[in-house]
C-alpha cells in the first residue's frame, strides 16, 4: 500500500497565505504525477493544482496566479503555496498521487486524509 500524510492546514484571514505538504510513502516504483483536491460542505470535490511527473503543472482558473503545485521528488512529497486567500477557498484539501507499485509495477491511486484550510474574512 501507499500512504499519503497532509499537513498545513489551519485558519488565516483573507489576503494570508497557507503552505500544504504531502508525503508520500510505502511500495512506490515510479510517481506519475501528483495532485491537490478540494471539497466545501456540500459541494463536489473539485481538482486545485496537479504536477505530472516531468514538472508540468495545471491549475483550476480560480486559483491561477495565486496557488503555485511544486514537489521533492526526492522526498516523495507535494507542496502547494497558497497566497492571497478568500474565504471561497474554505475546504478540505485533498492529496492525491497516482504511480506504479514496486516491483508488481501495478498502478495505484492513493488518496491523502484530508486537511482543513479555513479563511476568515
Known amino acids: 500500500q501507499v500512504q499519503l500524510v497532509e499537513s498545513g492546514g489551519g485558519l488565516v484571514q483573507a489576503g494570508g497565505s497557507l503552505r500544504l505538504s504531502c508525503a508520500a510513502s510505502g511500495s512506490i516504483s515510479s510517481i506519475t504525477a501528483m495532485g491537490w483536491h478540494r471539497q466545501a460542505p456540500g459541494k463536489q470535490r473539485e481538482l486545485v493544482a496537479l504536477i505530472n511527473s516531468g514538472g508540468i503543472t495545471n491549475y483550476t482558473d480560480s486559483v491561477k496566479g495565486r496557488f503555485t503545485i511544486s514537489r521533492d521528488n526526492a522526498k516523495n512529497t507535494v507542496y502547494l503555496q497558497m497566497n492571497s486567500l478568500k474565504p471561497e477557498d474554505t475546504a478540505i484539501y485533498y492529496c492525491?498521487?497516482?504511480?506504479?507499485?514496486?516491483?508488481?509495477?501495478?498502478?495505484?491511486?492513493?488518496w491523502g486524509q484530508g486537511t482543513q484550510v479555513t479563511v476568515s474574512s
Open positions: 492525491n498521487v497516482l504511480g506504479l507499485y514496486r516491483y508488481s509495477f501495478r498502478p495505484f491511486n492513493s
